[in-house]
């Protein structure tokens, strides 16, 4: 499964550049769908905690350095929501199509929350009210959607690189 | 328990990675790695974001196709009525500039004296043999037959039909009108009658009986000469465009163009407290059969 931790460099790049151009074209109100956090999501829950802890550090280190916020910000925040969830949850297969949008709804939330939290702390707060209402809810809204695809792909993906035991 | 050990493990190295970053970030000293990074990304980004937004504004184009067509529609009707509108308000300002332009004639010193009667044209005779105008003024508003109408561009006829509510001018082009005249630089005397060369009624004329001794400039401006009585003195008829020696070789005559142009004559002045003088009194009186 190393081959994992290496691929996630590659799909992450692609994806930051894609949640920082295609994404914001869907929309509601001031949310969008966040294409990184799912991919991060779906990759914890397939792969594990090692793997999805990888995943956000590298997911949250390059959303940072294309959206200007302090370098490792996003990434302490993915990587303590992946720990949660996966310590929460655990490794959900493939095939399962209920657990990943429901996580992925209350992900986003917390995500967002400990986001908030954090950008006070760094003097760039927003109102809470304000931004839970236009910004989590119908991010929280257009996730749960997204994930759907988002973890069938990466199912066929980390199936695709899985170590298979053979007989000899 | 191996499993669990290393998440933590791995979390805690995640964690301080990042807590790192945050306080070499905060600190600037990782200013010149982001940059490397940041400028390659940020031309795919670029590149991406061009593509984008093309494809968003063809979806959203095809997406607001109806609510266009009735926008479309609707701006349509808009544009119809603004342009009845600009029409209407183009043709009040011409009114507005014409009366003013009037005004200003009436207003004008040499003028002093004179009465005045706007009228609007309401007809022109339709067969093209007449050159003929009827304006909207009549015996009820002091017009009387022989008076003459003007602009401020000069003689446009004398009324030579009247009714309580309108009159009939007959343009100084008419072929049958003639007016005794003078140029106004050299003071020759002649007359000038309509019917150009041309047969227009644009604002031809032509100036007969100008002595041979008399010396014709071109641009040279004719006005009535009063003789006659049949219009006031001092009234600009046109200008001199060419002079030539008559058919009978013993008077010159000249082309004169007004500068009226007939065809669109709308507003026009009628100097009310002008009589001509009648000077059937003088006629030779013809013997009894």
Not at chain 1, 127 to 143: A, C, D, F, K, M
Not at chain 2, 131 to 138: H, K
Not at chain 2, 266 to 272: A, D, K, P, R, S
């Amino acid at each position: 499964m190393v081959l994992g931790r290496y691929l996630s460099l590659p799909i992450l790049l692609i994806t930051v550049i894609l949640q920082t151009t295609v994404m914001p074209e869907f929309q509601i109100r001031s949310g969008r769908a966040d294409l990184l956090f799912t991919i991060i999501l779906s990759w914890t829950l397939l792969a594990g905690a090692e793997q999805g802890i990888v995943w956000a550090l590298v997911g949250g280190v390059l959303q940072d350095l294309l959206t200007g916020v302090p370098l490792g910000t996003s990434a302490l925040v993915l990587v303590v929501v992946m720990f949660a969830i996966s310590s929460l949850v655990g490794q959900v297969g493939r095939s399962n199509i209920l657990l990943p949008p429901l996580v992925a709804g209350a992900g986003t939330a917390i995500y967002h929350l400990i986001l908030l939290v954090v950008y006070a702390v760094l003097g760039r707060g927003s109102p809470i009210g304000y931004s839970l209402l236009n910004v989590t809810l119908p991010t929280v809204l257009l996730n749960v959607i997204l994930i759907l695809p988002i973890f069938r792909a990466m199912g066929v993906l980390f199936e695709a690189i899985r170590p298979r035991r053979v007989s000899l | 328990m191996r499993s669990g050990s290393n998440r933590l493990i791995v979390f805690g190295v995640a964690l301080f990675i990042c807590i790192g970053l945050i306080a070499l970030s905060a600190s600037g000293l990782l200013g010149p790695v982001q940059n490397l990074v940041t400028i390659p990304v940020s031309l795919a980004q670029r590149a991406i974001s061009g593509i984008t937004r093309q494809i968003s504004n063809t979806v959203n184009t095809l997406a607001n196709f109806q609510s266009l067509q009735a926008q479309n529609e609707q701006l349509e009707h808009a544009l119809v009525s603004f342009q009845a509108e600009i029409v209407e308000l183009r043709e009040v300002k011409a009114d507005y500039d014409r009366v003013v332009a009037l005004l200003n004639y009436k207003n004008k010193s040499d003028n002093a004296g004179r009465q005045y009667v706007a009228a609007t044209v309401i007809g022109r005779d339709t067969t093209g043999l007449l050159r003929n105008i009827t304006v909207d003024r009549g015996t009820r508003d002091g017009l009387a037959i022989g008076m003459p109408v003007v602009t401020e561009l000069g003689l446009v006829g004398r009324i030579t039909t009247v009714t309580s509510l309108s009159a009939q001018v007959t343009l100084v082009i008419d072929p049958s009108s003639y007016v005794n005249s003078r140029l106004q630089k050299s003071r020759a005397e002649g007359r000038i009658v309509g019917g150009s060369v041309s047969g227009t009624a644009s604002g031809d004329l032509r100036m007969t009986f100008i002595p041979l001794k008399e010396t014709i400039s071109d641009d040279e401006v004719v006005v009535t000469s009063g003789i006659g009585g049949n219009f006031p003195r001092g009234l600009t008829i046109g200008q001199v465009t060419s002079s030539r020696l008559d058919d009978s070789k013993l008077f010159q005559e000249a082309e004169v163009r007004s500068l009226i142009d007939f065809n669109r004559l709308e507003i026009v002045l009628v100097i009310t407290n002008f009589e001509p003088l009648d000077t059937s009194a003088f006629a030779t009186p013809v013997p009894a059969q």
